[in-house]
């Protein structure tokens, strides 16, 4: 029985063992888990651990942590967990690894943090604090590490980042993680799930397959109503830029696995599905957002990072709704979303860090990327892009009234998109301010901006210009469509500037426009078309091979005030200052800016312009009752319209004045050229006079009884100076009956008629106009009867005029002048009147008034000058004033004694430090005007003198004609203002004439 007591000995050191394990497993090892590890923890790194509660089941070999909690040096919180519970297995003694049955995590806090420097709080905080040993195990083996089951139960994941203006804060809970079988065994593979949810809104579900030797992390990833604002926050949102609205649906299978050549990086069957999302700047107004897409979705992506390929192959765009305008500065509102600077800026407006992006994307790496396709050009393509169901509202507030254009419904199809491909493909089509259609249809080239495109556009709203009409003009659109069928070509020249150019044709159908004021037609057109039109802006050029006007209407109306409807509609009045300029032309000069160089001239060519079926009327409302005629059947052609200042453009237009009078205009014109030329001659036959009643009656007082009028016009433009003539012929112009008018001008109208007709009862009277077009108050006025009306109140209010052209003078004849306390005519006078004497012989019926004529005030003071040389001497003796002072006074001395019996006149008194020559002057002068106060002149000597002047003019009126004293009339006048007067010095007086 020897061998009980080494069985007895080997339990009892069995049990011994077995207590001693048990009592370091439930009783030492936690005290010394709680002592050692914060303190070992701290020194390597420098965060402070707490633990709350330690229970270690060393037979079942799990230890469990409550109230796990992991905090930087300041206490800021790092990581934590309520319950931390690991389950180890014997094998890791002969597997030389860790080998755990589960590790859990039960309601984990995490807290991560990414600095403005871009470090991550976490990674930093497990840097060791200690000197790094030699790298003595850079070719040994990984620790084995298997993990049967590792979860994290109802996880709170907070992330801050600290590199914006203001710090960007989002929380994940719950998060929920199973990880089946992890192991860092070579070849060997776990199986995962997470499910986190954001506390915004969306959910996370993150699934597949993770290995370690080689570092493999594949499977599916799905987001599911995510906020737009919080992935626009997360990206990196500008300041300038409002919370985006709508949600955000992503799934994707994923693969990242490390080769020999880095890290792939993978997604493949991306699909990204968006709705009803919403976007306007920070601070803007109002509720409206400024875009709205119903649906986006991107179906099919893929990624490859090693590559550097990002493929979308279909992109779709669904209820896409803009609403943009144009402010009163110019600004467009859409701008505001744009980035202020080209980097990704933070809120206060600085851009990222470099360092920071690159900690993010490869925080291990210290900022360098190991990822293939990093240093690379990423290749983007795109291959079908398309937006249906939309709209776009542009709204021009900068108009004096806001402008809105409506694309809708709109349909944009982009076909071929990749960041290396040459072009793209491109249609849109679209409604247009809901009664027109666009349609572009073609190639933009991306390797070199420009593209070739047709353009198929029908009735287009004319009339949606109007606002833009109304700030400089009355003209009031209130029909017409307008059609454009074409190719546009957009490209670059020489110097990268854009070009421009198009070949096509362009139609203005059922256009009408009315003057504003007075509400009447101004110009309709039921059909305008430009067919053969070839366009080029560098060098600019412009070619049309046919305009064709159909049922063309223009109407010209004189308004109650006399203003012309073109006047009043393409420069209204009330745009207009007191001077007749317009307000912006008025500005001072000051104000306008620098002027540019000339640019070079658009060269234009119009091969054949034709009207048919059009008509233009006239018509006068100023007067009661109006007046209206009108020129029908006009039809014809301008053939080689051209802005060569050497082309000639051929008119042959044909119509008839009120149906029977014919009227025919033909020459040569160019009117597209800035030298302007115009030779042009118009011919208007066997007008009835009769017509044109109203206007005798208004201005002469008479009704037209019978006559006929034959016209001719003859244009001459060369340089811009016009030189017009005007020829009228009135066959058997006869007076009616007398008409009571308040703006019948009182003259002798019969009379006058009388004198312009010849034997033959005929007035043939020519008109020439000459001037320049620059001239704004220059205009080509001669209506029929406006003329007449004027020739013959020229004839009755200027008879000197027509008396002076008898013998070479004009108007001039009816002035005289003296010399101030004169009647003595000079030489040239006296021909003057001697001359006015035969035209007067010829015209008996006249009669002439001669005016007494007097200035008080000069005349007087020249007489009181005449008699102060007569008492000094003569002028001799006044001369002395210059040469000799001396002697001078002596002379005036001796006046006042002549005049007073005194010595001498008044010294004035010597003023301290006066010298005597000067003193000795202004007694001079004192003493001139005391003997000129002691001379009067009455009224009735300066009555004498303005009998004299007359009796002179009568004198040299009959002194070489033989005119009959009894025909010319003395009578009370005054001199002419000193605007009329011939010279300075002498007074005028205006003869008169009835």
Known sequence: MRWIKPLAWTIAVLALLVGAYAWAGYRLAPRLIQSKLPAAIAAATGQRLTLGAIVVRPFQL?????????????GTPLLGAQRLFVDAQLASIWRRGVVLR????DEPAVNLVLRKDGSLNLVTAFESKQPAPPDEAAGSRLLLVSIGE????????????????????ERLAPLNLRVQNFTTRAGSEGSFHLAARGEQGGALTLEGQLGVRPFLLEGNLR???????????????????????GTIDLKTAYRIASTDAGVDVNLAALDIDARELALRAADADGAQDWIRIASFTVGGASVDVRDALVRLPDIRVQGLDVRAWREADGAINLAALLPAHAEVADEAGAPAPAAAQSAVADPAAGGASATPGADRRWRIEAPQLRVTESRVEFEDRAAPQPVRYVLAPLGIDVDGYASDAPSVDIALRSGFNESGHIGVAGTWRLDQPGGE????????????VQPYLDASTDLVLTSGNLSVDGKLDVGRDAKARTKVGFEGSVTLADFHSVDRALREDFVTVASLALT???????????????????AAHFKLVIAPDQSTNIADVLSPPRLRDTSGTTAQAAAPQAAAPPAKPAARPMAVRIDTLSLAASSANFADLSIRPSFATGIEELEGTISGLSSDPAARADVQLDGKVDRYAPVQVRGQVNYLSSSTFTDLAADFHNIELPTFTPYSGKFMGYKIEKGKLDAHFHYLVENRKLDAQHKFVLDQFTLGERVDSDDAVHLPIKLAVALLKDRNGVIDIDLPVAGSLDDPSFRVAPLVWKALRNLLVKIATAPFALLGSLFGGGEEVRFVDFDYGSAVLDAAAQQQLANLGKALVERPQLKLDVPLVVDPQRDRAALVEARLDTLLGGAEVRALHATDPEAYQKAIDAAWRTQTGERQAPRP??????????????????????????????EAELAALALERADAVREALAAGSGLEPERVFVTSGAPETAGEAATPGRVRLALGVE
């Not at 994941?157 to 960007?168: C, H, I, K, Q, S």
């Not at 366009?535 to 600019?540: F, I, M, Q, R």
């Open 62 to 74: 799990s230890v469990e942590a409550t109230d796990v909690a992991l905090a930087e040096p300041d």
């Open 102 to 105: 589960a590790l859990v995590l």
């Open 150 to 169: 590792i979860a994290v139960n109802r996880g709170v994941v907070d992330a801050t980042d600290l590199r914006r203006g203001e710090p960007l804060t």
């Open 223 to 245: 987001l599911e109503a995510l906020a737009a604002d919080t992935a626009w926050r997360l990206a990196g949102q500008y300041g300038r830029i409002a919370a985006p609205t």
């Open 453 to 464: 495109f047709t353009v198929d556009a029908r009735k287009l709203p004319v009339p949606f």
């Open 532 to 550: 053969g039109i070839r366009y080029a802006s560098a060098p600019a050029s412009l070619r049309v091979r046919d305009v064709v006007a159909r």
């Open 909 to 938: 008194e010597r003023e301290q430090g006066e010298d005597r020559t000067a003193w000795a002057l202004r007694t001079i002068d004192a003493t001139e005007d005391a003997l000129r106060a002691r001379i009067t002149v009455t």
